[in-house]
């Protein structure tokens, strides 16, 4: 019978690995599972964690996705919402930075969006002109290579009668 859940334990980890995250000591002492089971869980979930394999990782969501969860967060009570935020391997200071996110981009009108998406369209745009160019470049080269061995086959043909 597992006394801790995947998630639980996979949120543990993940908070170690993140730079400038707590030592397995410190851990520890702040969830009260013992150190030799947290290197455990880093063994065996350090892969897991590190390649992103359940993108829950709280800078890896979209706006949407932070809504909800902000709202998910709302009417639950401080017993509740260390659970809740235990369960999705997050910390009280992403909602904070979450709200002010969502307030920013509600203020905005989605304008810094809009200018994001003019700016990829514009890197996109350079790209596929490179592209084009790099397409044309390579058909020149492989024009020249063919004639040249037609030249060469030719050549090495009237030179034997």
């Given at each position: ?24 000591q410190?851990?520890?002492e ?19 964690v590190?390649?992103g394999?359940d ?26 919402l ?19 996110e ?32 790099k ?15 037609k ?11």
């Amino acid at each position: 019978m597992a006394r801790y859940s995947v998630n639980f334990k996979e949120a543990v980890v993940r908070k170690m690995l993140l730079p400038g995250g707590k030592g397995v000591q410190a851990t520890a002492e702040e969830t009260g599972v013992s150190a030799p089971t947290l290197y455990g869980w880093i063994r065996k979930l350090r892969r897991t964690v590190e390649m992103g394999e359940d993108r829950t990782g709280p800078n890896e969501r979209s706006l949407s996705e932070k809504l909800e969860l902000l709202m998910e967060s709302a009417n639950l009570g401080p017993d509740a919402l260390g659970e809740w935020l235990r369960g999705r391997g997050v910390h009280e200071e992403h909602l904070k930075l979450w709200r002010t996110e969502v307030r920013e981009a509600l203020e905005s009108g989605g304008s810094a969006t809009r200018r994001d998406l003019a700016q990829s369209r514009g890197e996109i745009k350079a790209l596929e002109k490179e592209v084009r160019r790099k397409d044309k470049a390579l058909a020149e080269l492989t024009a020249i290579v063919v004639l040249k061995k037609k030249l060469e086959t030719l050549l090495g043909e009237e030179k034997e009668p």
